[in-house]
């Protein structure tokens, strides 16, 4: 490679790196705002909480939770202990030793008392059908399909960039 088709590649990496640092800022101030917020989002994948929560819906939770505040009827988030899936579930009874939980749409309660140390957040609302995205995306497929994307845009920004200035110098007359 000469001097030439160096300078020539340059400004296009430049660009690209350059409108690649404006969404990945706001997706950091995005995330830090959650982190600092307490505020978390968490897929809903089944249809247990069916009507209130349809399945796959992504629930905004608030992980500042206070536990003794806690009442019948609350929506919660917790680690279920023998798995570790979050679950979302309603809040059907407070006892002194714990909180038991139900899917609206289940016939039975989950069959777990709840300590504080296993609540994770309280829920707040929710975005239908949005959780099925965030699944996929967190799979390594999903993944892979989002940087194949970035990698096909900054190749055809190369590809563009270098048709620009083929055609913008004619060639040398001799």
Known sequence: MDKEQITESTPTVCKFFRAA?????????IYGFFLLSGLRLCPNT???????IPAYSLCLIDTHVDYDSLQVGDIVV???PYDHIQVVHRIIA???DGIITK??????????????????????????????IVNII???VGIGFILAIVVLLFISDVRSQQKKSKDSNPPDEQ
């Open 21 to 29: 640092a404006v969404p990945i800022l706001v997706f950091l101030v």
């Open 46 to 52: 089944t249809g247990s909480m069916a009507p209130t």
């Open 78 to 80: 917790y680690d279920r």
């Open 94 to 96: 407070v006892l002194p």
């Open 103 to 132: 899917g609206d749409a289940n016939p039975v309660d989950d069959g777990i008392l709840l300590t504080e140390g296993d609540i994770y957040g309280v829920y707040l609302g929710h975005i239908p059908g949005v959780g099925r």
């Open 138 to 140: 967190r799979t390594p």
